[in-house]
């Protein structure tokens, strides 16, 4: 058997000669409309439609960097989360779980914070037209999709504050012109998960038609945790998911047309923290969790095994979860984890065509969020515990005298989660957002749009940030957590904007515009409650604090202008100028303690705000198509520097979380696409490869002291890409056969932007394949999927574990703590699909 830098390798060959046989290379995405035909030449329906200057053109012909994935696409492969893209577009990375904002979207390198749910996106969330300001949707399965399309770069223009490093755009599917219903059973035998999903499409009246479409997914084994962790859910973490959706699409007359969504989606699982692993550091050993400057350590209880796929998530120590402040949802449940969001989606969206030559689009947005969750950020913590101190000066009772609430419930193999918490994600949005669009039949044509957005942010949650309550609970209330602080923080941002085409010849197109920002935002920061012992000495705010409003405002201007020129009737060449703004905003990660206390005595809360950031750059490139455009040949260059990049880092000895800007980050690379409607009647290829070069280019002093400087970005890899290849040939009358397979390889990449030694993952090769017979007219197929086939676990994000050993003196004979928390990807995935349409 061959070792795992072979594998690599041979992947990584077999990726650049498949580029070069493709002659370059295009996302497999671009044939996401072609497999449903054997025949060899491309049609009007094969034609790919995108909206990323908010009008729709083809892939081909828009001068942007776009990826589009197709409806058939996802489902062959049973793409239905927002991390499972990564396999089809090269520098994304996705980042699912965790307390904060939930997730993560990164696009060349750059992206937001995992940790802190106050920050935007750097990469914009579009679900079908309104901007989503909310990470936590990533950990929801989509369905029922017709396209998601990746927009690469700024795109602050036409997607507004949000999008400085690119845009994820999911389009669902709208009602057919006759009536469908479409059923889809499947059944995942390594995580042992089913899911079922069905629709029904058409039309109601001649004017009016619906789609009303659900899908339920329930994971047994979802995280498996390592051998004889203490859990009361079991050796395993299961995830449930419902989503729901009704679309009417309402044609009353030719000038008129609107299309409402309502999508209703409930998550529900076993924690928070889902793929989420501890690497032992360069000591090789699992340091113990370090409480209050060493009365109490707790042994970390994991095997340091990042690869095996098991995940050491112990339950709450009872000492530290056994009454917390109401009204938690995590009352009652005996530090037992659990998550569950609830989310409310409603757009719609209407045409009015005012004259022949302009039209008024309306696009409203309503989001309502509400994610409770409760789970352990020490990441492990099995008893027995013990006492640094003690065992330094030989006093065996140390621990009990000192630490009598831990020491109750001390015993071998006792759950002992510490840092836990039960946080609050609530959000309200509304936007609105308003375009007039020409259609001359001259050179000359215009957009001009008003975009107004209205946000009402929660995050609410108890915390054990110190672990008093390993000593006792409260005095007066009985809680056994250190405090419970809340921000309610309102968003008001309002912008205009406006783009002109103009044709300067038949082949040659100038466009460009402006978009004008303003964004104000107010957070009131409240502590009802801090533990009597903390509150009793000093660094700590008191029960009842209130901030007061803290206030942030800011406004700009992103311009942007593109030359565009037809060299041939498949040539496109383009250049491109571009800007992105991501708004700054107050920090919601602040605790009772540290930061907040020291900003309540000086009067100052200006350490809680972090700047706006800003991105401005260019990129030319060729969209080209040939023999009679069965092969495409794109290829983009890009250059574009990030000012003020938004960061968070965890000081895992003090545990607080440190909210700063760096300094500046510059990505410069190229993105090749092909693809080849094989002479073979059924066959497609296609390929992508992305060479990648973004670092850190001026100071950046991050929390540990080390200036950054010089550094790669994280989650940048200098290479990645993929190939692909479908095959649909017919074996019987009305019987298909389909195969179709994707390989994918990434090049290392630092995971974190702390010091030059953050944790850095290998290059890594992963393989996806489908095996399906069906009807030729489609209306059933059976399909053997798999994805990440050679079960390649990668590390997406890391930083310190929390309550880590300061080392030396204070340490008491423990070494300085060095594991890291790392996020990953899931494992292996094999389904059976059935599907049947009528």
């Given at each position: 058997m061959r070792n795992r830098h072979t594998r690599i390798a041979s992947g990584r060959r077999a990726l650049f000669a498949g580029a070069a046989l493709s002659c370059l290379a295009l996302p497999e995405a671009a044939f996401a409309q072609t497999m449903g035909t054997s025949e060899a030449q491309p049609s009007d329906a094969n034609v790919i439609i995108v909206q990323a200057r908010r009008q729709n053109e083809t892939l081909q012909d828009v001068p942007v960097t776009v990826t589009a994935i197709g409806g058939e696409t996802l489902q062959r492969f049973n793409v239905d989360q927002v991390?499972?893209?990564?396999?089809?577009?090269?520098?994304?990375?996705?980042?699912?779980?965790?307390?904060?904002?939930?997730?993560?979207?990164?696009?060349?390198?750059?992206?937001?914070?995992?940790?802190?749910?106050?920050?935007?996106?750097?990469?914009?969330?579009?679900f079908d037209g309104v901007q989503i300001s909310t990470m936590r949707l990533v950990q929801s399965g989509?369905?029922?999709?017709?396209?998601?399309?990746?927009?690469?770069?700024?795109?602050?223009?036409?997607?507004?504050?949000?999008?400085?490093?690119?845009?994820?755009?999911?389009?669902?599917?709208?009602?057919?012109?006759?009536?469908?219903?479409?059923?889809?059973?499947?059944?995942?035998?390594?995580?042992?998960?089913?899911?079922?999903?069905?629709?029904?499409?058409?039309?109601?009246?001649?004017?009016?038609?619906?789609?009303?479409?659900?899908?339920?997914?329930?994971?047994?084994?979802?995280?498996?945790?390592?051998?004889?962790?203490?859990?009361?859910?079991?050796?395993?973490?299961?995830?449930?998911?419902?989503?729901?959706?009704?679309?009417?699409?309402?044609?009353?007359?030719?000038?008129?047309?609107?299309n409402l969504k309502v999508q209703y989606v409930r998550n529900e699982g076993d924690g928070a923290n889902q793929h989420t692993d501890v690497f032992c550091g360069t000591n090789g050993v699992a340091d113990p969790i370090f409480l209050l400057q060493g009365v109490a350590a707790i042994p970390g209880g994991y095997d340091c095994d990042i690869d095996d796929e098991f995940y050491s998530l112990p339950d709450g120590a009872p000492s530290l979860t056994g009454s917390v402040p109401p009204p938690s949802e995590a009352v009652g449940r005996n530090g037992v984890p659990y998550s569950q969001t609830d989310v409310w989606f409603s757009r719609l969206l209407m045409n009015w065509q005012v004259t022949e030559s302009l039209t008024l689009t309306s696009t409203t947005g309503y989001l309502d969020l509400l994610s409770e969750d409760f789970d352990c950020y020490a990441y492990g913590g099995v008893g027995p515990a013990f006492s640094p101190i003690g065992d330094a000066s030989g006093d065996p009772t140390f621990l009990a005298a000192n630490a009598p609430a831990l020491a109750a419930t001390n015993g071998p193999g006792t759950a002992q989660g510490a840092g836990c918490s039960d946080p609050t994600n609530g959000l309200e949005q509304f936007s609105q957002e308003l375009r007039l669009q020409s259609d001359f039949d001259g050179a000359f044509n215009f957009m001009l749009g008003l975009f107004y957005e209205d946000r009402e942010f929660l995050f609410e949650t108890a915390q054990n940030g110190v672990n008093i309550g390993i000593i006792a609970p409260d005095p007066v209330t009985g809680f056994t957590f250190d405090w419970d602080k809340r921000h309610e923080t309102s968003t008001e941002a309002l912008s205009v904007f406006g783009s002109v085409i103009f044709d300067l010849t038949e082949d040659l197109e100038l466009s460009g515009g402006v978009r004008y920002t303003d964004e104000s935002k107010t957070q009131v920061i409240s502590i009802p409650y801090v533990h009597g012992l903390l509150a009793a000495g000093p660094g700590f705010v008191q029960s009842g604090f209130n901030s007061g409003p803290i206030e942030f405002s800011d406004d700009n201007f992103s311009p942007e202008v593109t030359l565009r020129y037809r060299a041939g009737d498949d040539i496109n060449v383009f250049a491109s100028y571009k800007t992105g703004f991501k708004s700054g905003g107050i920090d919601n990660s602040a605790l009772p303690s540290a930061s907040l206390a020291q900003a309540v005595q000086t009067g100052d809360f200006s350490s809680l705000i972090f700047q706006s950031e800003t991105a401005e750059g260019g990129e030319i490139g060729v969209?080209?198509?040939?023999?009679?455009?069965?092969?495409?040949?794109?290829?983009?260059?890009?250059y574009y520097v990030f000012e003020n990049l938004q960061v968070q880092n965890f000081d895992a000895v003090n545990v607080q979380f440190v909210t700063l800007n760096a300094g500046e980050v510059t990505q410069q690379g190229i993105d090749f696409e092909a693809s080849w409607i094989t002479p073979v009647d059924g066959l497609n290829l296609s390929a992508n490869v992305a060479w990648l070069d973004a670092e850190f280019s001026d100071t950046?002093?991050?929390?540990?002291?080390?200036?950054?400087?010089?550094?790669?970005?994280?989650?940048?890899?200098?290479?990645?890409?993929?190939i692909a290849f479908d095959f649909l040939t017919p074996i019987a009358d009305e019987l298909d056969l389909g195969l179709s397979g994707n390989a994918v390889y990434s090049g290392s990449y630092f995971t974190n932007q702390d010091?030059?030694?953050?944790?850095?993952?290998?290059?890594?090769?992963?393989?996806?394949?489908?095996?399906?017979?069906?009807?030729?007219?489609g209306s059933w197929r059976v399909s053997l999927i798999g994805t990440n086939l050679t079960n390649e676990i990668f590390v997406n994000t890391s930083g310190p574990r929390p309550f880590l050993s300061p080392g030396g003196p204070g340490g008491f004979g423990l070494p300085r703590g060095d594991d890291k928390v790392v996020t990953q990807n899931r494992g292996r995935q094999v389904f059976i699909e059935t599907l049947f349409r009528f």
């Open positions: 991390a499972d893209v990564v396999s089809r577009v090269p520098t994304l990375n996705v980042q699912v779980g965790g307390s904060g904002s939930g997730g993560q979207l990164s696009l060349r390198g750059v992206g937001s914070s995992n940790i802190s749910a106050a920050f935007d996106s750097a990469v914009a969330f579009d989509f369905f029922d999709v017709e396209q998601i399309d990746v927009l690469k770069g700024p795109q602050s223009l036409f997607f507004g504050k949000s999008a400085s490093a690119g845009v994820f755009a999911i389009r669902s599917a709208n009602p057919t012109p006759d009536w469908e219903v479409g059923a889809t059973a499947q059944y995942e035998f390594e995580e042992e998960g089913y899911t079922l999903q069905g629709y029904i499409s058409g039309p109601v009246t001649d004017t009016l038609g619906i789609r009303l479409a659900a899908q339920w997914n329930d994971i047994e084994e979802f995280v498996a945790l390592e051998p004889d962790t203490p859990a009361a859910n079991g050796p395993f973490r299961g995830q449930q998911n419902l989503v729901t959706r009704a679309t009417l699409q309402w044609d009353p007359s030719p000038t008129f047309d609107a969209k080209s198509q040939w023999a009679g455009r069965t092969l495409t040949l794109n290829a983009t260059a890009f950046f002093v991050t929390n540990s002291g080390v200036d950054l400087d010089g550094r790669d970005a994280p989650r940048a890899p200098n290479w990645s890409g993929n010091e030059f030694d953050d944790f850095v993952q290998d290059e890594f090769v992963t393989f996806d394949a489908n095996v399906s017979i069906g009807s030729s007219d």
